[in-house]
C-alpha cells in the first residue's frame, strides 16, 4: 500500500499563511488524526491533499506522484476520498441515488452504449449498483435507501456524506470533522464506522477532529498544528504528553 508524504507544505493567501513547513508522513493502513485549535490549518490540509487548494510551495506525494497541482477529480481517480464537514449532498434526491451518483466516474462506457442501455452500459451500471448497495449494507443505511436526504436526521446525513466517499473505493478516506455537532449516540455510532471502514476495508484513514478524547481512542498517529504550523506528532500518548501541544491546545480544556 502507497503511503502519503506531505513535504515542506507552505500555502499563503497573499500575506496570510495558512499552511508554514508542514511535514507528515501519512502511514498505510493506519488511523491519523490531525488536530489543533480553531484556526490551526486542519482543513486547509485537506483541501490541499484533495485538490481544492494548490500549495504555495512544497510537495504532496502519493504513489510517487506529486498531487500538489491535481484537481479534485484527479484526486479522487488515484484513490483518495474525501467526506467533508459541510455535508456536500444532493438533498433532494434519495440515499441511492446520492451514492449511485458518487460512482459516475467508474462509468466508462460510450454514448453509443449508455443509448442503447446494451452490453458494456448494462454490466457496468450493474457492478456499481452491486458496489453501491454493499456501502449501504455496510453503512447500516439499508432503512433510508429511499429517503431523500434532506428529510433524514441530521446524523444520518453525516453517515450519507461518510459513505458517499466510500463509493470512491478509496485507499485513503480523508475526514473533515466526521462527529460535528452529534450527540454522544451518534458519536459512538461513527467511531465504530472509522474504525470498521480501516480494519474491514483496509483503508487508511485522515481524520480531522476536535472531540480529544475520541481522537486519543482511536488513533495510530497524531499531526499537531497551531497556526499553520506542525507543533507535535507521534503516538497519542507522545502527543498527550509534548509540553507543545498542552499549552497550545490540551492546556484550553
Do not use: W
Not at 47 to 60: A, D, E, L, R
Not at 154 to 167: C, D, F, M, N, S
Not at 176 to 183: R, S
Not at 223 to 247: Q, R
Amino acid at each position: 500500500m502507497a503511503h502519503l508524504k506531505i513535504s515542506d507544505v507552505t500555502l499563503s493567501f497573499g500575506g496570510l499563511k495558512a499552511l508554514s513547513h508542514v511535514n507528515m508522513n501519512i502511514e498505510p493502513g493506519l488511523i491519523t488524526s490531525i488536530i489543533g485549535p480553531n484556526g490551526a490549518g486542519k482543513t486547509s490540509m485537506l483541501n490541499c491533499i484533495s485538490g481544492f487548494y494548490h500549495p504555495t510551495k512544497g510537495k504532496i506525494l502519493y504513489k510517487e506522484k506529486d498531487l500538489s497541482h491535481a484537481s479534485p477529480h484527479q484526486v479522487s481517480t488515484m484513490g483518495i476520498a474525501r467526506a467533508f464537514q459541510n455535508l456536500e449532498l444532493f438533498s433532494g434526491l434519495s440515499v441511492l441515488d446520492n451514492l449511485l451518483l458518487a460512482r459516475h466516474q467508474n462509468l466508462t462506457y460510450s454514448f453509443f452504449h449508455a443509448a442503447v442501455f446494451y452490453g458494456k452500459a448494462s454490466r457496468v451500471e450493474a457492478e456499481n449498483r452491486k458496489f453501491v448497495e454493499d456501502i449501504i449494507d455496510f453503512m447500516e443505511l439499508e432503512p433510508y435507501r429511499k429517503n431523500l436526504v434532506g428529510n433524514l436526521s441530521y446524523g444520518i446525513q453525516k453517515k450519507v456524506e461518510v459513505a458517499r466517499a466510500l463509493t470512491l473505493d478509496p485507499e485513503i478516506l480523508l475526514l473533515d470533522e466526521p462527529m460535528a455537532g452529534m450527540n454522544i449516540q451518534e458519536k459512538e455510532d461513527i467511531v465504530r464506522f472509522v474504525m470498521d471502514i480501516q480494519k474491514e476495508r483496509n483503508v487508511t484513514v485522515v481524520l480531522v477532529e476536535h472531540d480529544l478524547g475520541v481522537v486519543m481512542d482511536i488513533s495510530d498517529q497524531i499531526y499537531v498544528l497551531d497556526f499553520g504550523e506542525v507543533i507535535g506528532s507521534g503516538t497519542p500518548d507522545e502527543v498527550a504528553n509534548n509540553p507543545k501541544v498542552i499549552d497550545a491546545y490540551i492546556g484550553e480544556d
